[in-house]
């Protein structure tokens, strides 16, 4: 029976302790919110360099000489267009997992603090038996002999298979080729070769990670149910607290986009949104008298898609979500707006011959620098004049 190279590596251990037709605009967040909406009239016109048409005449699509301002061009896109919110949050390891023993005796060694430890690392050691972590949501809750067959079973020979033991089928039944397999795994880990698991030999963890805070020490007698040590995940998430009128953003899965330091973006989705009161929930007075803030706070949890580099952990980040989004529409770069003397705002369309005219449009949804127009005088292609004039 032979062990595949790429083994998991036990973790080390020590004898120490170690504008119009937009949609309603909210009011914005006392908690850091920024919003991406772009639709704002006349101030987001004079932001962005769009050119406004003072004592225009009229405004037909009557073709007029080329203006010798307009310096570019560009086409009418057809696609699909988002507006977001975004909020400041904080990038941060998974939520500790804390690890208790089944176990009954003296802890005789214990993997360090800050050791990353995953599928077969050995935790720690009591009364000298090795204590293993293996990967799985089915608690070590019974002895798993011969004979034994249940979810907990294919749960233990999954692990020795990705450990790279062989000779037995992963399945729900503890057979002897299964037991044959368990000797060798607890002759790797230099534990007595039994061919059974007992209960206090192995933890089941959804995930490994680096080992967070020690809660005994070597030398210390535990009793099964003892906290021995934590694991931080290795999944890492963002935590961000929004208002609670912000709860709608945030359901449970909803996709967003975490913008890190330096500008690189990681996806992720909603894990947990739970509305906390907290102190400044609590229900007290100020000294002039009057009520404390009891507003309550909705504390978000981000899981990312991919991890960002360890060194930013604890670096602020910005959540983006999208909030409204139209498909199959016709777009244009915010800077190709001209507000019209008479309200509204139109385009400078450009003829094939490089005459000009000015086209009405009615305006949509703004977002990313880019504006949904609609117009019969305007289609897919068109070319028109944005700022620069």
């Known amino acids: 029976m032979t062990r595949a190279d790429d083994a998991d590596t036990a973790a080390p251990l020590t004898d120490t ?64 267009i988002s507006a977001t919110e975004s909020w400041e949050g904080a990038l941060q390891r998974g939520t500790p997992f804390t690890v208790k023993t089944s176990a009954q005796g003296t802890v005789t060694r ?20 090795p204590v293993v972590l293996l990967s799985g949501v089915v608690p070590m809750y019974r002895d798993l002999v011969p004979g034994a ?32 397999a368990v000797g060798a795994w607890q002759e790797g880990i230099g534990a007595t070769a039994t061919g059974m698991v007992a209960r206090g030999d192995v933890v089941i963890a959804p995930a490994g990670g680096q080992v967070d805070t020690l809660r005994t020490q070597v030398g210390a007698v535990v009793a099964p149910g003892t906290a021995v040590l934590d694991i931080a995940g290795g999944g890492q998430v963002v935590n961000l607290d ?12 909803t996709a967003v986009t975490v913008r890190l330091p330096g500008g690189d973006e990681v996806s992720g989705s909603v894990s947990a949104a739970t509305v906390e009161t907290g102190p400044e929930g609590q229900d007290a007075m100020a000294g002039d ?26 670096a602020p980040v910005e959540v983006v ?6 498909t199959d529409v016709l777009l244009v770069p915010v800077n190709a707006l001209l507000g019209l003397a008479d309200g509204g705002y139109g385009l ?20 990313e ?18 700022s620069g004039r």
């Open 110 to 129: 214990l993997a360090a603090q800050g050791a990353t430890v995953g599928r077969g690392a050995v935790l720690f050691r009591v009364d000298e038996r």
């Open 17 to 80: 302790v170690a504008e119009p037709d937009e949609p309603e605009l909210r009011e914005p967040s006392r908690r850091h919110r920024r919003l991406a909406w772009l639709g704002l009239g006349g101030a987001i016109l004079a932001a962005t360099g769009v050119g406004v048409w003072l004592g225009l005449a009229n405004t037909s699509s009557e073709a007029v000489p080329a203006t010798a301002g307009l310096e570019a061009t560009a086409t009418v896109e057809r696609g699909t």
């Open 242 to 253: 929004v208002d609670v009128d912000d709860l709608d953003r945030f359901g449970v899965d």
């Open 289 to 314: 008298g009057d009520a404390a803030d009891t507003e309550p706070i909705v504390q978000v949890e981000i899981a990312l898609d991919d991890n960002a580099p360890d060194q930013l952990i604890g």
């Open 348 to 367: 400078e369309v450009v003829a094939d011959d490089g005459t000009t005219s000015i086209v009405p449009v009615e305006t949509g949804l703004f977002g």
């Open 149 to 180: 067959a249940g979810a907990d079973v294919e749960q233990l020979e999954s692990n020795l298979a990705r450990l790279g033991y062989r000779g037995f089928t992963v399945d729900d039944e503890y057979t002897q080729s299964t037991a044959r």
């Open 369 to 386: 620098g880019k504006v949904e127009v609609t117009s019969a005088d305007i289609a897919e292609g068109t070319v028109v004049g944005v």
């Open 321 to 326: 979500v999208a909030v409204d989004e139209r």
